[in-house]
């Protein structure tokens, strides 16, 4: 199972709402990442959990917030976001967050802030 | 500034054919590196990862990588429509406290029936 489900696959949200994206996998991986991708863009890193602790918050604004439960899961929680902050927002796990650390992500969130 | 670059296309490659990408990287210190594919409106999808210098084959697929001249490649033999896409080339170095994967831009293939 090289699996990683992300929920919701579209999201439509108003600049005063507040939502969340979910991210779940059982690989077994210990580190989580958030990435968010604009059109025709490489995906930009946000944060980092490697085992189920805050290692890199890509200076991302503080209406973005992580949250990781266990290992297992991993969240974004979002608020007063804007309209530029509309994009592809992937998660991915990787077994370490180390050198040899081959990412796999999920299906992604298409979020629309309106 | 750590970089990776990859000419953006669009590479168009008759069916058949062998479509080859290339990656350049500008940190030395680079220790391993990897090809993703990515569809339209999809997310990357992990099809090759190589380590060491020389060649490594998965399938139709060829990774080679050469550090003394700071490139890697990915060739796709006999092409088919369904590999058009854009590759994404990712390069992980050492950062200030962490590990840190730098991607490249991508390249857009066409794979011409």
Not at chain 1, 32 to 49: G, S, T
Not at chain 2, 17 to 23: E, T
Not at chain 2, 89 to 97: F, H, K, L, T, Y
Request: proline share 5%.
């Amino acid at each position: 199972d090289t699996e990683v489900t992300q929920t919701p696959k579209h999201l439509v949200m108003g600049m005063t709402n507040k939502k969340s994206l979910k991210c779940e996998q059982h690989m077994g991986h210990r580190a989580m990442y958030w990435y968010k991708q604009k059109a025709k863009k490489p995906p930009e890193l946000m944060f980092v959990y490697s085992y189920e602790k805050l290692s890199i918050n890509e200076s991302v604004p503080s209406r973005f917030s992580p949250e990781c439960p266990n290992s297992s899961l991993l969240n974004l929680h979002l608020h007063a976001l804007q309209p530029e902050d509309s994009a592809l927002y992937l998660c991915a796990s990787s077994q370490g967050h180390d050198m040899n650390t081959e990412a796999f992500f999920g299906q992604g969130t298409r979020l629309t802030v309106v | 500034q750590k970089e990776v670059e990859q000419n953006s296309g669009p590479l168009s490659v008759p069916e058949g054919a062998i479509a080859s990408l290339n990656c350049t990287y500008s940190d030395r210190g680079s220790q391993s590196f990897f090809w993703y594919r990515q569809y339209s409106g999809k997310s990357p999808e992990l099809i090759m990862f190589i380590y060491s210098n020389g060649d490594k084959e998965d399938g139709r697929f060829t990774a080679q990588l050469n550090k003394a001249s700071q490139y890697v490649s990915l060739l796709i033999r006999d092409s088919q429509p369904s590999d058009s896409a854009t590759y994404l080339c990712a390069v992980n170095i050492i950062g200030d406290s962490n590990y840190q994967l730098i991607w490249g831009a991508g390249t857009k293939l066409i794979i011409k029936p």
